[in-house]
């Protein structure tokens, strides 16, 4: 299954697209990420802990086998004659033991089924985490992209107005100084290039660890992608929804009752248990063999059923109960802190996150209005510059607004679609169709 699930998402990056998409990296990400990986196998060994505490309340089988060879030495009076035999005893026991009442065993067994909530609990934040994860790399990729592309048009309109500055002092049209001050801009440009690619580059080796392989062309935002404010649009009804909802809340809300149900198991450290036990065995001798004088001892075998019930009531065991006892109920009133703490930054992560959307929505809107300023203002510069009422220096800042305003463009949309996973990772109600929601942004 997961050779084909690989097969299937190579097939889809290698489409007539030839681009990759968030769902399509996501999911390779699933089948190849170390953490998201051990985080499941992780879970498997925490559902065990429920298995593991019933145990306790179940019967239990055992069985015990013993043979000897025995060389005895006899004496059988006063006269000092001695007899001499050699035997070989043996035997064997089956037990059967039920506990009847070990409220630790029963408070124990309560305890896995919580252990084993919290492993789902912890997988599903693993799954939640995936996907940020993926989301984080994806949108850094796609950001460093946009950065250099802009670099690149910025040089290239530099180059060129570093070209008609030349031209003009040549003619006698333009000073000097908007020749150097165009080769200082295209020098800075080619040194922001360089640091632009190096960070690509280091973006998409941060995308191949999620992912395991190097996803290749990824698709863009679509041109006329449009973003949602929260719904509801309410920042109190998520901050409320996080303190309650939130795994990292939930998680501690099950290691609180499992601190607590730790109380209650070491205090059972007083209190008597019962076991019904039952038990067969079977004890035989062989016939002895004499080696001197004396009587010759016949063989037997023994057999033997038994039910019993065994009451056991500690009396006085040094304090460690009460020691034990009290360390519980310190580690309990920790949980409940650590649980406090949780729904505190729970309903931080809600606040910020829907911040992030609701701004970002925001922002997004006015950069959009800022860039059409900006292309304006570009073309305003160069057809003043070409009738001589603008300088050389006007051009190149104005050309660097419109390149700035693109990249922070580019920067608050990809900031908003994670702020509207991580709002949802908030609740903890991040899952795949969320991701479905963005992906559909993209260009297919």
């Known amino acids: 299954m997961k ?4 097969l299937l998402a190579a097939a889809c990056l290698a489409g007539s697209a030839g681009a990759a998409d968030l769902l399509q990296v996501y999911r390779l990400a699933l089948d190849n990420d170390p953490q998201f990986l051990a985080a499941r196998h992780q879970a498997d060994a925490g559902r065990e ?3 593991q505490g019933l145990s306790g309340l179940l019967p239990t089988l055992g069985a015990s086998a013993n043979t000897q060879w025995n060389d005895l030495e006899r004496k059988l009076d006063s006269s000092g004659v001695t007899a001499k035999a050699q035997y070989n005893s043996n035997g064997y026991t089956v037990t059967l033991t039920q506990p009847l009442f070990r409220w630790q065993n029963v408070v124990t067994w309560q305890q896995g089924r919580m252990q084993a909530a919290q492993a789902e609990a912890q997988f599903a934040q693993a799954k939640q985490d995936v996907i940020l994860r993926v989301a984080q790399a994806y949108f850094d990729v796609l950001y460093a992209e946009e950065n250099l592309r802009a670099l690149q048009a910025q040089k290239k309109a530099i180059a060129q107005q570093l070209e008609q500055a030349k031209k ?14 165009a080769q200082s801009r295209f020098d800075l440009a080619t040194a922001q290039e360089i640091a632009a690619d190096s960070d690509l580059e280091i973006k998409r080796r941060a995308l191949e ?3 395991g392989r190097d996803p290749g062309a990824l698709a863009q935002l679509r041109d006329k992608a449009a973003l949602e404010r929260p719904r509801p649009d309410v920042m109190a009804r998520w901050v409320e929804a996080a303190e309650k909802d939130a795994i990292a809340v939930q998680l501690q809300q099950l290691a609180l009752e499992v601190a607590a149900k730790e109380v209650e198991k070491s205090r059972a450290g007083h209190y008597p248990t019962l076991d019904a036990v039952v038990a067969h065995g079977n004890a035989a001798q062989s016939a002895a063999l004499p080696l001197s004088t004396g009587p010759v001892s016949p063989g037997f075998e023994t057999r033997s059923n038994t039910a019993a019930l065994q009451l ?8 460690f109960v009460n020691s034990k006892t009290r360390e519980a109920a310190a580690s309990r009133e920790a949980a409940r802190q650590q649980l ?4 505190r930054n729970a309903a931080q992560a809600a606040r910020q996150a829907y911040l992030g959307v609701a701004n970002g929505t925001a922002q997004v809107a006015a950069l959009k209005a800022a860039l059409v300023s900006s292309q304006s203002s570009l073309e305003s510069n160069r057809l003043g510059y070409e009738v001589g009422v603008r300088i050389g220096i006007d051009v190149l800042n104005a050309e660097q607004q419109l390149y700035a305003t693109r990249r922070d463009l580019a920067k608050a949309w990809y900031d908003t679609l994670l702020a509207q996973l991580r709002l949802k990772s908030a609740v903890g109600t991040l899952e795949e169709a969320d991701l479905a929601k963005v992906n559909a942004l993209l260009a297919q």
């Open 3 to 6: 050779k084909l699930s690989l």
């Open 49 to 51: 802990k429920e298995a």
């Open 168 to 181: 003009n002092f040549e003619v006698g049209t333009a000073t000097i100084v908007d020749t150097h001050e």
């Open 209 to 211: 660890v999620v992912v």
């Open 312 to 319: 056991n009531i500690p009396l006085f065991q040094g304090g």
């Open 340 to 343: 406090e703490a949780a729904r």
